[in-house]
C-alpha cells in the first residue's frame, strides 16, 4: 500500500532552521507530484509548497517564499522541505501529499498523505 512517513519535525526557536522530510513507498514516485501542507491550531490545512514530477518547476505559498526551499530525490524516493528563518506563526502540523500530473496548490487534488509532523517555533 502507498505510504508517506514525515519527519524532521521539532521545537525550534524563531530565526532557527529545520529540514523535514517525507519517504513515499508503494507507489512509482517520479511520476507524482508532490505538495507540503500544514495545519495549525484551530486553523484550516493550508497550502506551503509543491515541486513537480522531475523537480524541475517549484511554487511557494507567499507566506513561506524565500525562506522554505522544496526539493526532491527521485532515486531515494524522498522530497524535502528546508525551513528557515522559522517563525512563531509557522508553528503548524506538516503534511506531505502525493498528487498525480502536475503541482497544484489543491489540497483536495492530493490523493495521499503522510501522518505529518510537529514543528513548534518559539518565540
Known amino acids: 500500500q502507498v505510504q508517506l512517513v514525515e519527519s524532521g519535525g521539532g521545537l525550534v526557536q524563531a530565526g532557527g532552521s529545520l529540514r523535514l522530510s517525507c519517504a513515499a513507498s508503494?507507489?512509482?514516485?517520479?511520476?507524482?507530484?508532490m505538495g507540503w501542507f500544514r495545519q495549525a491550531p484551530g486553523k484550516e490545512r493550508e497550502f506551503v509548497a509543491a515541486?513537480?514530477?522531475?523537480?524541475?518547476?517549484?511554487v511557494y505559498a507567499d507566506s513561506v517564499k524565500g525562506r522554505f526551499t522544496i526539493s526532491r530525490d527521485n532515486a531515494k524516493n524522498t522530497v524535502a522541505l528546508q525551513m528557515d528563518s522559522l517563525k512563531p506563526e509557522d508553528t503548524a502540523v506538516y503534511y506531505c501529499?502525493?498528487?498525480?500530473?502536475?503541482?497544484?496548490?489543491?489540497?483536495?487534488?492530493?490523493?495521499?498523505w503522510g501522518q505529518g509532523t510537529q514543528v513548534t517555533v518559539s518565540s
Open positions: 501529499g502525493a498528487k498525480t500530473g502536475a503541482t497544484s496548490q489543491r489540497q483536495n487534488l492530493y490523493d495521499y
Open positions: 508503494g507507489l512509482t514516485f517520479s511520476s507524482r507530484s
Open positions: 515541486i513537480s514530477r522531475s523537480g524541475s518547476s517549484t
